[in-house]
């Protein structure tokens, strides 16, 4: 299951060493809830390899602001604490899979 970020666990979470792809979404978008069974389904299948979670825009600024994110939804793809690609908008589960395992090459 994709882990629930916040600006309060955020630093903890990425200190944990894996690259990262984080869902920036919203409740209330419907692009949102049309990917959140693919990140769902990603985490699972990626658990130990890569951190993926979900960061709810309108409850948490500082992250928000942090990556200037002003649509949702934005996945980001992040190694070395550095956002190597992002992706807005919904997506197939392939264009996820391709950009996780460009994270991980």
């Not at 309060?8 to 949102?32: H, K």
């Not at 993926?52 to 942090?66: A, H, M, Q, W, Y």
């Not at 793809?77 to 550095?82: A, D, R, T, V």
Request: proline share 4%.
């Amino acid at each position: 299951m994709e882990k629930i970020v916040t600006d309060q666990n955020y630093e903890a979470w990425v200190a944990e060493g894996l690259p990262i792809v984080l869902d920036f979404s919203a409740t209330w978008c419907g692009p949102c809830k049309k990917i959140a069974p693919i990140i769902e389904e990603l985490a699972e299948e990626y658990a130990g390899k890569v951190n993926i979670g979900k960061c709810d825009v309108d409850d948490n600024d500082d992250l928000t602001s942090k990556y200037g994110i002003r649509n949702v939804p934005t996945v980001l793809f992040i190694k070395n604490g550095e956002v190597v690609d992002k992706h807005v908008g919904a997506a197939t589960k392939n264009v996820f899979v391709e950009k996780i395992e460009a994270l991980l090459a």
